[in-house]
């Protein structure tokens, strides 16, 4: 019953190093978010997925790419990692179908990401 | 986009006391409103939604009312208990049903 998985769980990068945040769900949701979370904040989405193949940008997507080449699968790379990006990082699913409105959203436990 | 206002950002309830948390949002498109509730570590867990609708939805101690020509929602917790504390987050849809907007959280104490 694992849900989202997102790996690493905490991570220290040095300014203008790269790394991928991975996010794995085994639900069969078309729909993926990654959202960032910075203290007594609310979660700002940086990029969604309607499905495999198909990305687009939310709020804060600056810094950050990702892909979607497989259902299950959605990693979020940042590629000159900023101190700005110190934050914590939820990936989430949703099962979506044209007509049945939105669908809850399944969280994962989040990384810990400080840039020094 | 959206706007989501939440209010208030801390809470502080003698157990079995019942607690509310507002939320405003700006767009009239919006038609989904969940929330969810985070404990330390951990992501967020949906506890409740309520669709535009319906005036309100009720689950066990859990209720949420929404009020569309305000532009409100609410989120009311009866007969608290002590690990009903935890971070509460209200959201909204965006007019296109993709993105969520989030409020920034109200940290709920129940003190036995």
């Not at chain 2, 208030?8 to 948390?21: F, H, K, M, R, W």
């Not at chain 2, 405003?24 to 570590?41: C, H, I, M, R, V």
């Amino acid at each position: 019953n694992a849900g989202v998985t997102q790996t690493p769980k905490f991570r220290i990068l040095k300014i203008g190093q790269s790394m991928t945040l991975q996010c794995a769900q085994d639900m069969n949701h078309n729909y993926m978010y990654w959202y960032r979370q910075d203290p007594g904040m609310g979660l700002k989405l940086i990029y969604y997925s309607v499905g495999a193949g198909i990305t687009d940008k939310g709020e804060v997507p600056n810094g950050y790419n990702v892909s979607r080449s497989t259902t299950e699968d959605f990693p979020l790379r940042l590629e000159l990692a900023a101190p700005s990006q110190t934050s914590v990082y939820f990936c989430a699913s949703s099962y979506e179908l044209i007509g049945l409105g939105n669908q809850p959203q399944h969280f994962g436990d989040g990384t810990r990401l400080s840039i020094l | 986009g959206e706007n989501v206002e939440q209010h208030p950002s801390t809470l502080s309830v003698q157990e079995g006391d019942s607690a509310v948390i507002k939320c405003t949002y700006s767009d009239s498109a919006s038609n989904y409103f969940p929330w969810y509730k985070q404990e330390l570590g951990k992501g967020p867990q949906l506890i409740i939604d309520i669709r535009s609708n319906v005036g309100e939805k009720k689950d066990q101690r859990i209720a949420v009312t929404l009020n569309k020509t305000a532009k409100h929602f609410s989120l009311h917790i009866t007969e608290t208990q002590p690990e009903d504390s935890a971070v509460y987050f209200c959201a909204a849809n965006s007019n296109t049903g993709n993105q969520f907007y989030f409020g920034t959280g109200t940290s709920l104490t129940v003190i036995p």
